[in-house]
């Protein structure tokens, strides 16, 4: 009988909970994922890039080459994946270099409104819908960190990932967002792990 009891604890220690992230003033994305989301976005060492560059070309020892004109292959970038315009003109062709802390603060609003980006969806369950599309942390913070990098529209429109999410299909989700046409190779196996840190995907 005790050993049945201290297994009934254990699983109600691992039980993942599901959370409106709607609700409550929990500050749910906070530093860590902040940190996380700055990682990926910087260069290979988890620096912030000083200069602009395209998003398509290539890399040389660990970061963009410069952009300096030309035909552009990609998205024009540069702190944490900064992408504003009038940021972008801003340091585009001068040697005028972005700071660190600026680098950080401009990653601020964007990171807010992918949180918000996942809210709005969150609010707008429907009948059918596993757990009325709550989400344990990890996954809120695993989806928040790939509509930081594709985009709120596209993430809300994908055609396969944020179905299986809704049907509650979280295994064959993180699946997904390993294989997915987005981040690079190493990005999406650790938000894929992310998406499952706190449970759900068994």
Not at 76 to 96: C, M, R, W
Not at 99 to 110: F, R
Request: hydrophobic share 30%; net charge positive; charged share 25%.
């Amino acid at each position: 009988m005790k050993l049945l009891h201290t297994l009934s604890l254990l699983l109600e220690e691992t039980k993942p909970s599901f959370l409106d992230f709607q609700k409550g003033s929990g500050n749910y994305a906070g530093q860590e994922l902040f940190d996380y989301v700055r990682k990926w976005e910087g260069d290979v060492y988890g620096n912030h890039i000083p200069y602009v560059y395209d998003d398509k070309r290539k890399w040389e020892g660990g970061k963009p080459v410069q952009y300096t004109g030309g035909t552009k292959y990609g998205t024009l970038t540069i702190g944490f994946g900064t992408t504003v315009l009038s940021i972008i003109k801003e340091y585009l062709n001068t040697d005028k270099e972005m700071t660190l802390s600026t680098a950080q603060s401009l990653t601020i609003p964007d990171i807010n409104e992918a949180a918000r980006c996942i809210k709005s969806w969150q609010s707008r369950a429907k009948k059918g819908d596993k757990n009325k599309r709550l989400l344990t942390i990890g996954m809120y913070r695993a989806m928040i960190d790939i509509v930081y990098n594709i985009g709120c529209n596209a993430f809300i429109h994908s055609p396969t990932l944020i179905v299986d999410i809704e049907k509650g299909n979280y295994k064959k989700a993180s699946a997904t967002i390993k294989t997915g046409n987005w981040g690079h190779k190493e990005r999406r196996e650790a938000t894929s792990n992310l998406f499952c840190s706190s449970g759900g995907c068994i």
